[in-house]
């Protein structure tokens, strides 16, 4: 499990923490996360408290492969507005 705190920062800003799995499909469950099953391994990602302005999702987003050839890879990620000083 990988737990995600509130960070501090200088100025206000979204920021993002991504995580690509193994597996390429995303399962939307009724309580706002996602399941990604894989061949060895599932990955769930949720917020543990959605009112503080977190959210999740699950998206394919562009990146490169080993060869530096473009290509769309599944992330689920996480991410929040900070404003400034928040803790």
């Known amino acids: 499990m990988i737990v ?8 206000p800003r979204q920021l993002e923490l991504r995580f690509f799995p193994e597996g390429q499909q995303a399962y939307p469950l009724a309580d706002g996360s996602f ?5 060895n391994t599932n990955f769930d990602i ?4 959605p009112s503080s302005g977190t959210s ?25 507005e900070y404003p400034k000083g928040s803790v």
Not at 46 to 49: D, E, G, Q
Not at 58 to 77: C, I, S, W
């Open 56 to 80: 999740v999702a699950a998206e394919n987003v562009p990146t490169y492969d080993y060869y530096n050839t473009p290509v769309d890879k599944l992330a689920g990620a996480f991410s929040k």
């Open 46 to 49: 949720k917020p543990l408290t």
């Open 4 to 11: 995600v705190d509130d960070i501090e920062t200088e100025q």
């Open 35 to 39: 399941w990604i099953p894989g061949r």
